[in-house]
């Protein structure tokens, strides 16, 4: 299997020789529609003025006067009418021509053998040297009639050119080669250093640094990629710390299940104590219970592996239903519920919703202080807004960085009794999340705590 490397310089090299050849073709069909006639008319112009300056000084030797045109680097070829042929200059390479074309000539009529005659491509046919690629025009001297073939020596005109032009094709195939090469490298280079640091990442490796200072496609690919292994990187971290956050939680009440159910079976407790330690291990076996619900239900909105099955309910129904179903804890520390809930129809999950409600309400209540007040409003706008505002504790502002994290708890401690898994209210974003909506809390400690829950209207909404 071929490298990059390889690949793009044999490419670049194909589209060297494939661009030359183009433009030789596109050369060749610009000389065979324009500068084939030219060139012909511009050497019939040059013949017939060597015609007229002969015919006008007839004294002169004709022999003589055509040595003398064929130094100026020409090339004549003379046929008398007996047939008699004379050459001048450098000779032709190959001096066939039909009796027919030399009697046409002899009767007064021009030969144009540039256009009348085939000569194959470009270099082929301006650099013919043979009595075809020749214009012959008739010559009268000394009372007889003779055929002139000239044609320039473009060997004798151009040879220099031609030594120049082909040194410059092979300067610039070569060089073209020379810079394809080095300039490939500079191209696959990054893409090399790309491949080794996506092996590292694949290994586990998160500390990658790569060049994001190039302003161009690599650049922008350099550094979407490191900020994937950033987040590749936090994803990991997050992976493990929840596995250790879930390792404490069952770990927790599994060691408080084990240590009260050996002491009951040890028989050194008293029938009292056996029925608190029950109490005990049902409590905890129902926190076991709870937090696998809510692994589940994460791991279920995680997936949307049909979690989330939306249908019509009235939705300040449901929440005057959460309070009831929560009314003894609220009863219980005298607290007092201000409602507004104007009558609402939504389309959404009834199920996961009411979690939402009843994480969201259970924890204002559970940090209000007795007789506090908590208020629940429901807006009708372009979204449907439900606040619930307290004045209970509040949040600190740290605290509300992580507010969302799974597993974080405010209570550093860990204080069972006034905190839960910790994952009350990731779940609740998540579900409001699937539901379409949006989460905001802002609290201030001492003073009391604000949730905005916003949800997409639907038709069904008054």
């Known amino acids: 299997m071929k490298s990059l490397y390889v690949r793009l310089v044999l490419t670049f090299i194909a589209i060297v020789i494939i661009s030359g050849t183009l433009g030789f073709l596109l050369a060749n069909e610009y000389y065979q529609r324009n500068l084939r006639a030219y060139n012909e008319e511009k ?6 003025q060597i015609v007229d300056m002969y015919e006008h000084n007839d004294s002169l030797d004709l022999s003589g006067f055509m040595t003398h045109i064929a130094n100026l680097n020409f090339q004549l070829y003379l046929v008398d009418e007996n047939g008699v042929k004379s050459e001048f200059g450098a000779p032709f390479r190959e001096e066939k021509v039909e009796p027919e074309v030399v009697q046409k000539v002899l009767a007064g009529e021009i030969y144009r053998g540039i256009t009348e005659e085939r000569h194959g491509l470009f270099v082929t046919g301006f650099f013919e040297n043979t009595l075809k690629n020749s214009i012959g025009l008739p010559l009268e001297a000394n009372g007889k009639r003779y055929a002139l073939f000239v044609r320039p020596n473009i060997e004798q005109q151009f040879g220099e050119v031609h030594i120049l032009f082909a040194f410059l094709l092979v300067a610039m195939f070569i060089l073209s080669l020379v810079l394809i090469l080095i300039f490939t490298r500079y191209l696959v280079k990054p893409l090399q250093t790309l491949t080794k640091a996506t092996k590292k990442l694949a290994e586990g490796q998160y500390d990658i640094r790569l060049d994001i200072s190039r302003r161009d496609e690599i650049g922008d690919l350099a550094a979407n990629f490191t900020q994937m292994t950033q987040s590749l990187k936090q994803l990991d971290e997050m992976r493990q710390e929840f596995v250790s956050n879930v390792s404490h939680e069952i770990q927790s009440p599994l060691t408080s299940i084990q240590g009260f159910s050996q002491a009951i079976r040890s028989g050194g407790v008293t029938r009292e104590q056996q029925e608190t330690y029950l109490a005990i291990i049902e409590e905890e076996s129902r926190r076991l219970s709870a937090l696998s619900k809510q692994l589940l239900t994460l791991a279920s909105l995680d997936k949307e592996t049909g979690q989330y099955e939306p249908s019509v309910f009235r939705l300040d129904e449901q929440i005057r239903q959460v309070i009831l179903m929560l009314e003894h804890q ?61 004045n209970g504790i509040g949040i600190s502002e740290e605290e509300l960085k992580h507010i969302f994290d799974r597993f974080y ?19 609740v974003r998540k579900i409001i999340q699937v539901a379409g909506g949006t989460i905001e809390i802002q609290s201030k400690e001492k003073v009391g705590t604000t949730i905005a829950v916003r949800l997409p209207k639907n038709e069904q909404t008054p």
């Open 409 to 427: 708890k405010g209570d550093k401690a860990r204080n069972r009794e006034a905190t839960g898994s910790g994952l009350g209210l990731s779940i």
């Open 330 to 390: 609220w009863q219980q520390k005298k607290l007092y519920i201000e409602l507004d809930l104007p009558e609402v129809t939504i389309t959404s999950d009834k199920h996961l919703l009411s979690q939402v409600w009843v994480n969201l309400i259970s924890n204002s209540i559970k940090f209000t202080p007795p007789a506090g007040t908590i208020t629940i409003k429901l807006e009708v706008g372009a979204q449907l807004v439900v606040t619930i505002a307290d």
């Open 43 to 48: 050497i019939t112009r040059i013949g017939q």
